[in-house]
């Protein structure tokens, strides 16, 4: 069994190095340059890494490659050590929004955990997206309330430019001198969580929003 190392949107970030070097082979037949766009991805790539074993390193090492076909078979050799998201069953799932008395979860058979960094789904009777993402080994979830654009924006969660909801959720947090105190965060994320999964290469802003709606205690 391969040892699993690369979670997704590591995965789609290496995609997205392999897509610069092959464009670059189609647009520039300067040496030089190729060689520069090459190095540059590939030391990216392996930055994302730096606890990799040596056989890991090796694997994920694309400086000799120069043609399509090896950008793609690389590409293809590599899926088969994704790390899956968590496989929850709907009762984990609910167990994790205990407010929400009915609770509707997306058919969990049908989705890909290799592909996904963080799970959403929508609930149109109530108004809300939830949101489940592992971070430090343990699962964090959220509800929050959305509402849809006329217009495209930049998703916060995967930095790409498409249809988008603004999602809004009430934080825990809690000041002493002020029990009444609450503050609302949000910001607008991609509408079809699926698509976004497929773009995001960096979770630093979905983690933060996490973190930040579920800290209970607010600074004075």
Not at 35 to 46: D, F, H, M, T
Not at 123 to 148: A, P
Not at 152 to 160: G, H, K, L, T, Y
Not at 182 to 190: F, R
Request: charged residues 30%.
């Amino acid at each position: 069994m391969k040892d699993k190392f690369i979670r997704n949107e590591q995965y789609n970030f290496i995609k997205r190095q392999v897509d610069l070097i092959k464009d670059s082979y189609r647009k520039n037949s300067d040496p030089s340059v190729i060689k520069a766009v090459r190095e540059l991805a590939n030391a990216q790539i392996l930055e994302l890494f730096p606890q990799a074993s040596k056989e890991q390193m090796e694997k994920l090492d694309l400086s000799s490659m120069k043609t399509d076909a090896e950008f793609d078979q690389y590409a293809q050799e590599l899926a088969n050590y994704l790390i899956p998201f968590p496989n929850l069953t709907e009762q984990q799932v609910k167990k994790m929004f205990p407010k929400a008395k009915k609770l509707k979860v997306p058919n969990l058979l049908a989705i890909d955990f290799e592909k996904i960094t963080y799970l959403s789904w929508t609930d149109i009777s109530t108004n809300k997206k939830f949101i489940i993402y592992e971070h430090d080994e343990k699962l964090l979830g959220i509800d929050c309330k959305y509402s849809i654009l006329n217009k495209d924006n930049i998703c916060s969660f995967c930095n790409r430019f498409g249809q988008v909801a603004f999602i809004s959720t009430i934080t825990k947090a809690k000041k002493s001198n002020n029990p009444d105190y609450y503050k609302a965060i949000g910001n607008y994320i991609c509408l079809d969580s699926s698509e976004c999964n497929k773009k995001i290469t960096c979770v630093d802003y979905l983690t933060s929003f996490l973190e930040e709606s579920l800290k209970k205690h607010a600074l004075e």
